[in-house]
C-alpha cells in the first residue's frame, strides 16, 4: 500500500492518509494536543504526531499553506 499524508496545520487541525492504489481513506485524525495547566496553553504533541506518521508510514506529506490573519488560505 502506498500512502500519501495530508495535514491541516495548528491547534484544531487535521491529518488524513490516502491510499493512492485505490483512493481510499486510510485513517483521518485530529492533530494530537498537549493542554498545560492552569492557564490552558496548547500546543501538538509531536510525539504522538510521530506515532501516526509511523503507524501510517506515508511516501508524501503534504502540508496546507497557511497565509496568515486576513488571507484565505
Known sequence: MTVVA???????GAIAF???ATNLIVGVY?????EWA???QREINEA???ELLELHNPRLVCLELIQGFGYAS
Do not use: M, N, R, T
Request: aromatic share 4%; no cysteine; net charge negative.
Open 30 to 34: 485530529d492533530l494530537p494536543i498537549h
Open 18 to 20: 490516502l491510499d493512492e
Open 38 to 40: 492552569p492557564d490552558e
Open 6 to 12: 495530508g495535514v491541516d496545520p495548528g491547534l484544531s
Open 48 to 50: 504522538a504526531f510521530a
